[in-house]
């Protein structure tokens, strides 16, 4: 069975607490500045960089489930 890709099976495959409340902890305490690219943010490991930017260029059900979490680590910039 395929399991569909979901924040907190982002965060699991991250090797991420995946708990509601600790993905909220995390997308308000790592928030990028607009020119930042999520797989380039300092605060990941090689491999969570590497496995964040294949799921971008697969462009599959993952690449959504990554652009959300991007779009929510620049919830400040783009309010700015």
Request: proline letters at 1%.
């Amino acid at each position: 069975m395929n399991v569909r890709p979901r924040m907190t099976n982002l965060f699991e495959q991250l090797g991420l607490d995946s708990s509601e409340e600790a993905i909220a902890l995390f997308i308000a305490t790592h928030q990028l500045n607009a020119q930042t690219f999520i797989a380039e943010a300092e605060f990941w490991s090689e491999g969570q960089r590497q496995f964040l930017a294949e799921k971008i260029q697969s462009d599959g059900e993952w690449a959504i489930i990554v652009d959300q979490l991007n779009e929510s680590l620049h919830e400040d910039s783009a309010r700015s």
